[in-house]
């Protein structure tokens, strides 16, 4: 029986974005305490699984859009089977080299940040962009301001 989870996109995207579950997990921790007041504990699995639901919510929409329905089966391959793709190796060297070429400046995303999130605290902000600093670039910003509403070109 032929398996409809599609690991050869699964390690395309490891290879493109890295295994960028354990920030997402710690970006939606950090969210969710600022924004109840509470510690929350996601892992990773739930961050995967949280992504397939979003693209639940978005077949919704487009029922027909075979990208989104892939990236949904494999987002819960994925949660459901973690430890397996930790495993996938990709070029380590080449994302590494990416990478570099992103990291933020300091000052600047922090105050972005402090804005986007509507984080009080400098502390606060700092440990979001600490965690952040190896994938954030200056797009991502601009995206978060769009997506509040806030036509800002950085």
């Not at 600022?34 to 892992?43: A, D, S």
């Not at 919510?57 to 329905?69: C, G, I, K, V």
């Not at 992103?102 to 999130?117: A, G, H, S």
């Amino acid at each position: 029986m032929k398996s409809i989870v599609d690991k050869s996109i699964i390690l395309d995207r490891k290879t493109t974005y890295g295994n960028n579950f354990p920030i997402i997990t710690k970006l939606w921790n950090n969210y969710l305490g600022q924004r109840f007041g509470t510690e929350v504990k996601l892992t990773e699995e739930d961050s995967a699984v949280l992504m397939a639901l979003m693209k639940v919510s978005r077949l919704a929409q487009s029922p027909e859009n075979e990208d989104s329905l892939t990236d949904l089966i494999n987002y819960f391959w994925i949660g459901l089977n973690y430890g397996e793709y930790t495993e996938f190796k990709i070029d380590e060297p080449a994302l590494e080299e990416d990478v570099k070429d992103r990291v933020p400046q300091v000052d600047e995303d922090l105050l972005l940040l402090k804005q986007i999130l509507g984080i009080d605290s400098w502390e606060s902000a700092t440990k979001v962009y600490n965690e952040l600093s190896e994938c954030t670039h200056k797009r991502f910003i601009e995206r978060l301001l769009k997506s509040r509403g806030k036509d800002v070109t950085i």
